[in-house]
C-alpha cells in the first residue's frame, strides 16, 4: 500500500506514527505476498510442513530472529520516508527486544543525523517479574530533515495543564480593571488563593505578575552552565552596571541584551546590586521565542499559551486505553490498543495552529491514531488528514478478544479498526449537535474512504515473453483485447487511475453527465475521466469543451474504432488537452 501512495502523497505528510509488532520471537511473520496464508508461508520459508508442524522455533539464538524483523521494517520506512514532507518526523513505538536493530535501520532510512530523541513511556510495574519490573516502552523519534527543522528555527511546546483558565482570569481581569496593572495583580493572587488544592492552575501561581503582555514570571538572566559573556548593563535609575550573575549573562551581546530591554523582557531590581531577571509570559510574545538574535518560528502564533517542552520521559498506564477502547466498542475486541490521548500530545506537540497536513500510521491496529487526529482537529480547529494501513490479519478465535471481535462480527482487526473510527466519528457528531459553529466556520469534516488493496483494474502487459514464443504471444495478444478486469466497479477504476494520476484519495469527484455518458470531474475539472464504452465524437468535443488539463478514457470505450479514436486526439490536441486510453 505504501507503494501506491508514493506518486500522491509523496512529500506531503507531517507526521507518521507506527507501533510495529514486536519481536517476541513467538512466530514473527508479516509476510508480504498478501495472497499466502501464514501456513503457506511458514512452509514456503521451511518452518513448517504441509499438517503445520513447525521444524523449530524462532529463538533469540536463530539468526532471522532480528533479520525477519529487521527485513520487515527497512522497506516499509523506506518508503515511509519518501512520504513525509521536508520539516515531517516520524515516531516509532518499540520494545527492549528491537530498539537497538530499529536504531540501525533508522540510521541508514533517515540519517543518523537526523535522530531526534528516544521517549521513554512508563506503563507500569509488572508483579510477576522475577527480576527486574519491565513495563516501559521506548518511543524513537526521526525527523526527514533535522537540519530543516533548525533552519526554520522550530520551536516544540506544549500548553501546561491549566494555562488557558488563567489566561481566561486575566481576559476577564484585563476588561474590568483595564490597564490597572497592580489591581490585576492583587486580584489574580486572589483568585491563585481560591482554587482547590487540585486545580492545574495552581501550579501556575508563579505568573502572578502582569504587564502589558499579559501575567509573566521571573526567569534567570544567567548563561547556561556558566562562562557565560560579560558586559556592562545599566541599571535605569542609578546609572551604574548591575552586577553580572556568576555564570556570566545569558545572551552572548550587549546588542541582543538591549534588544531584550528594550521589549519589556528584562526587569531590573530596585539597584544595581543584583542582576536583573528575564520576564517569560504565559503567552510568549515572539522576541522570546527567538533569544540571542534569532528570528521568531515561522510556525510560531498567539496561540503558545504558557508552554513548555516535553521531556523524555512520560508515564501512562496501558491499562486506561484498554478500558477506553472497551468503551468505545462495548466489548474487549482487541489487546494492547495505543492510547489515543497520548498520540493526540504528540500530534499536537509537533504540528501548529495553521499546519493542515497528513498524520500517517501503516500498522494501524484498533485505530488509535485516526482517533487521535479527530480530536487534535476538534480542541486546535485544525484540518488534519489521517491515512490508515492495516493488514486485514484474522482475529483468532481462541483468544477471548478475538472471539469477542468475532461475535460482534469483526473479522479482522481491520474491520476492528474501520469499526472503531465509525464509532468515534459518530459519537463526536452528536456532541456537535446543536452547537453553532464558532467563528462562522462549518462544523468539521469527520467523513473518511475505506480502500482495500487488490490487484490492478487492468491487466499489465507481459514485457517478458522469449523471443520465438508465438503460442504465449498470441495469448498475451488476445487477453489484452479486453484488458479490464470484470467483476470491478466504475468507482474501483476511477480512483486507481486518481492515485496513478498523482491525486490524492480525498480529491474531490464530482460525477457529471455529457452526453448521456457519466464522466468523473476531478479536482474542480482538472482531469474528466470516463470510463463509459460506446463513446462519440460529440462526447469528446463536449469535455474539451470544459478544457481540463487532462481526459481519461477506457480504450474499449471506441470500441477498436481508430477513425473516432484519431479524431479524439485530434480533438484535444486543438485545445491543448493531454489526451490518455487506458
Known amino acids: 500500500m505504501l507503494k501506491l501512495l508514493q506518486k500522491s502523497y509523496l512529500g506531503k505528510v507531517k507526521m507518521i506514527y507506527i507501533d510495529p509488532p514486536y519481536n517476541t520471537g513467538n512466530d514473527f511473520i508479516y509476510p508480504d505476498d498478501f495472497s499466502e496464508s501464514l501456513q503457506t508461508y511458514l512452509e514456503y520459508t521451511g518452518q513448517a510442513d504441509a499438517e503445520g508442524r513447525k521444524f523449530s522455533t524462532n529463538t533469540e539464538a536463530s539468526g532471522r530472529f532480528h533479520s525477519n524483523w529487521m527485513n520487515m521494517m527497512y522497506p516499509r520506512l523506506y518508503l515511509a520516508r519518501n512520504l513525509l514532507s521536508d520539516h515531517g518526523v516520524v515516531f516509532v513505538s518499540i520494545d527492549d527486544h528491537e530498539a537497538d536493530n530499529l536504531h540501525k535501520v533508522c540510521n541508514d532510512v533517515f540519517g543518523e543525523e537526523n535522530f531526534v530523541a528516544q ?16 513495563g516501559h516502552e521506548y518511543i524513537v523519534v526521526y525527523a526527514r530533515s533535522l537540519a530543516g527543522l533548525r533552519e526554520r528555527n522550530t520551536i516544540w511546546r506544549e500548553q501546561k495543564p491549566g494555562a488557558q483558565e488563567l489566561w481566561d482570569e486575566y481576559e476577564r481581569l484585563r476588561s474590568k480593571r483595564g490597564g490597572d496593572h497592580a489591581r490585576i495583580e492583587a486580584d489574580l493572587q486572589t483568585w491563585f488563593t481560591g482554587l482547590p488544592a487540585n486545580h492545574p492552575s495552581r501550579k501556575l501561581a508563579r505568573y502572578r505578575r502582569v504587564d502589558v503582555y499579559g501575567p509573566w514570571r521571573d526567569r534567570d538572566i544567567s548563561w547556561p552552565g556558566g562562562e557565560g559573556p560579560s558586559y556592562d548593563v545599566l541599571h535605569p535609575a542609578t546609572g551604574q552596571p548591575c552586577k553580572v550573575p556568576d555564570a556570566g549573562w545569558r545572551f552572548s551581546n550587549p546588542e541582543e541584551m538591549q534588544r531584550q530591554i528594550q521589549a519589556g523582557l528584562v526587569q531590573f531590581r530596585a539597584d544595581h546590586t543584583e542582576p536583573p531577571f528575564r520576564k517569560a509570559h ?33 508515564y501512562k498506564q496501558s491499562q486506561v486505553a484498554v478500558k477506553y477502547l472497551r468503551s468505545i466498542m462495548g466489548k474487549k475486541v482487541f489487546d494492547n490498543p495505543k492510547d489515543h490521548e497520548e498520540l493526540l500530545r504528540l500530534i499536537k506537540y509537533v504540528t501548529r495552529p495553521d499546519d493542515d497536513g497528513i498524520v500517517l500510521d501503516f500498522f494501524a491496529g484498533s485505530g488509535s491514531t485516526a482517533e487521535a487526529v479527530l480530536h487534535a482537529n476538534l480542541q486546535t480547529k485544525r484540518h488534519l488528514k489521517f491515512i490508515l494501513v492495516q493488514l486485514p490479519e484474522p482475529c483468532n478465535p481462541k483468544e477471548r478478544s478475538g472471539k469477542a471481535a468475532i461475535e460482534e462480527g469483526l473479522a479482522t482487526i481491520a474491520d476492528i479498526c474501520e469499526e472503531r473510527v465509525r464509532r468515534v466519528i459518530k459519537k463526536l457528531n452528536q456532541e456537535d449537535a446543536g452547537k453553532l459553529p464558532l467563528d462562522g466556520k462549518q462544523k468539521q469534516d469527520r467523513g473518511f474512504r475505506v480502500f482495500k488493496l487488490a490487484e490492478s483494474n487492468f491487466l499489465a502487459w507481459n514485457a517478458d515473453i522469449p523471443q520465438g514464443d508465438v503460442a504465449t504471444l498470441e495469448k498475451q495478444l488476445e487477453m489484452h483485447v479486453d484488458h479490464v478486469r470484470h467483476g470491478r466497479t466504475a468507482e474501483d477504476r476511477l480512483y486507481e487511475l486518481l492515485l496513478k494520476s498523482g491525486f490524492p484519495l480525498t480529491t474531490p469527484v464530482e460525477t457529471l453527465t455529457i452526453r448521456d455518458k457519466t464522466v468523473y470531474s476531478i479536482a474542480e475539472g482538472a482531469m474528466l475521466i470516463c470510463l463509459d464504452e460506446g463513446l462519440t465524437l460529440e462526447v469528446m468535443r463536449a469535455m474539451a469543451a470544459r478544457k481540463p488539463s487532462r481526459v481519461v478514457c477506457l480504450d474499449e470505450g471506441f470500441a477498436a474504432n481508430d477513425q473516432l479514436k484519431a479524431n479524439a486526439v485530434q480533438t484535444f490536441k486543438d485545445k491543448s488537452v493531454f489526451f490518455q486510453t487506458v
Open 119 to 134: 521517549l521513554v513511556w512508563e506503563k507500569g510495574r509488572k508483579n510477576d517479574a522475577k527480576l527486574f519490573s519491565i
Open 282 to 314: 504565559l503567552r510568549p510574545i515572539p522576541e522570546e521565542l527567538a533569544e540571542d538574535g534569532d528570528a521568531p518560528d515561522e510556525d510560531s502564533s498567539d496561540e503558545d499559551l504558557g508552554t513548555s517542552v516535553r521531556g523524555s520521559y512520560f
